[in-house]
């Protein structure tokens, strides 16, 4: 079954009529790598159908999240993401510039969603791990912006040098 089809399925069995609009959510969805905001959907979708309503799209979303087929990455402030990928893997969330990035490495503790059910009867729908800090760009920006900063400190001083103030003795 295609992601796609997964989240199709999900809302025919919630009851849901599948829309030309709602089939068109779900395939950009699918196919889809980044981490989209409602507002990104509805930006990207509404270029190639006008006819599509904000409303449509938020609620779409709100409902296959309800439903457990994606998951909200919420960054405060009604500022969410939506994880389309149920994989297990690790959000890295930058602090900063809120770039999402995918970790598919060995997950520690994670993937057995089997064992999980059958020890603790919870069934997980997907698993979510997130790790916040700062991306490589954001790190290479702040150490510019540290550099630049310094530099324009310290030039300050030895311009004050520069005009006669070198004699740093008391008379």
């Not at 849901?16 to 068109?24: E, K, L, M, N, S």
Request: aromatic letters at 8%; proline letters at 5%; a negative charge.
């Amino acid at each position: 079954m295609t992601q796609a089809n997964r989240f199709l399925n999900a809302l025919k069995q919630a009851g849901y009529r599948i829309t030309p609009q709602r089939r068109i959510i779900c395939e950009y969805l699918a196919q889809t790598h980044s981490h989209p905001t409602p507002y990104q959907v509805y930006e990207e979708l509404s270029r190639e159908h006008p006819d599509i309503s904000r409303a449509t799209v938020y609620n779409t979303l709100n409902t296959l999240q309800e439903l457990g087929v994606i998951v909200e990455i919420g960054f405060g402030a009604g500022h969410s993401h939506y994880e389309t990928n149920p994989a297990p893997h690790i959000n890295l969330i930058c602090l900063r510039c809120h770039k999402i990035i995918d970790y598919e490495g060995p997950l520690p503790a994670l993937g057995d969603e089997e064992w999980m059910a059958r020890e603790t009867g919870f069934q997980p729908v997907a698993a979510k791990v997130e790790v916040v800090g700062f991306c490589r760009e954001c790190r290479e920006r702040k150490k510019a912006e540290i550099l630049a900063q310094w530099h324009s400190q310290r030039g300050t001083t030895d311009d004050s040098k520069q005009e006669g103030n070198h004699d740093d003795t008391v008379s």
